[in-house]
């Protein structure tokens, strides 16, 4: 018992998220790998950009800071054909930000944005890659839009994240970047869905709307998800 004591506190002298429990009279030590999810830091979210956020490229310096403290760091990536039908621009007639339906969901219409190859759908140039093992795209599919890192918004497809963060151990996944409102919360409620230990990190995430931000961190909430500050990472 000594012995597995001296052990846990080893471990833990390397990463705080451990804990030790005792059961059956054994102490074990438990670790729980923690992942950041880097949401959509792309050129065109922001200032500048075709569909720029809002102070979008205040979360860079935060998440540049933020990633040597997780165990695990990966990107999603919004990687549209020209062709995607969210954009107003395959609508004709229609305007950004017009609402309409696709494949029977509620769908914004947004300014044409991170076209495949092109300077907008580019990682920010400041961002710091060097940690980001692994990078999920979004959003190829032309007829469906795909806000969360993990599904399409109908849930017909997954992008394999969830298995790949099981498959690395995780068990607790902190969401952050752009935009609040749309990709960071969608992300963050497949995330509760598929059962990860979910933190939404509201200093590192920017929304298009605060108004919406506001509704989507109450429903993260709601469903069991965390809304943290950075400094409760650092
Ligand atoms: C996003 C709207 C359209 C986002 C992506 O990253 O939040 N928003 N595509
Ligand atoms: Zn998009």
């Known amino acids: 018992m000594?012995?597995?004591?001296?052990?846990?506190?080893?471990?833990?002298?390397y990463n705080s998220t451990g804990y030790t429990y005792t059961?059956?009279?054994?102490?074990?030590y438990t670790y729980h790998?923690?992942?950041?999810l880097l949401i959509d830091i792309q050129n065109d979210f922001l200032p500048g950009g075709s569909l720029a956020v809002p102070a979008g490229d205040q979360v860079i310096p935060v998440l540049?800071?933020?990633?040597?403290?997780?165990?695990?760091?990966?990107?999603t990536q919004d990687w549209h054909p020209q062709n995607h039908k969210s954009f107003a621009s395959n609508h004709p007639g229609k305007q950004p930000f017009e609402v309409t339906a696709l494949q029977g969901?509620?769908?914004?219409?947004?300014?044409?944005?991170?076209?495949?190859?092109?300077?907008?759908?580019?990682?920010?140039?400041?961002?710091?890659?060097?940690?980001?093992?692994a990078i999920f795209r979004k959003g190829m599919n032309p007829e469906i839009d795909?806000?969360?890192?993990?599904?399409?918004?109908?849930?017909?497809?997954?992008?394999?994240?969830?298995?790949?963060?099981?498959?690395?151990?995780?068990?607790?996944?902190?969401i952050a970047g752009l935009a609040g409102d749309y990709?960071?919360?969608?992300?963050?409620?497949?995330?509760?869905?598929?059962?990860?230990?979910?933190?939404?990190?509201?200093?590192?995430?920017?929304p298009i709307s605060q108004d919406g931000f506001e509704k989507a961190k109450a429903d993260v909430v709601s469903?069991?998800?965390q809304v943290v500050q950075s400094s409760s990472i650092l």
């Open 2 to 13: 000594v012995e597995t004591q001296h052990f846990a506190s080893l471990l833990l002298f």
């Open 23 to 28: 059961a059956f009279g054994v102490e074990f």
């Open 33 to 36: 790998m923690r992942a950041l």
């Open 64 to 75: 540049n800071n933020l990633q040597p403290h997780l165990d695990l760091v990966v990107a």
């Open 105 to 133: 969901l509620e769908q914004v219409l947004w300014p044409d944005h991170c076209v495949q190859h092109s300077e907008g759908a580019n990682f920010a140039e400041s961002l710091h890659m060097n940690k980001v093992e």
């Open 146 to 174: 795909s806000y969360s890192g993990f599904y399409d918004n109908g849930h017909l497809k997954s992008t394999g994240l969830a298995d790949y963060l099981r498959g690395r151990q995780v068990q607790q996944v902190y």
């Open 183 to 206: 990709c960071v919360y969608f992300s963050a409620k497949d995330a509760l869905l598929e059962g990860f230990d979910t933190f939404l990190i509201e200093d590192a995430s920017r």
């Open 223 to 225: 469903m069991g998800g």
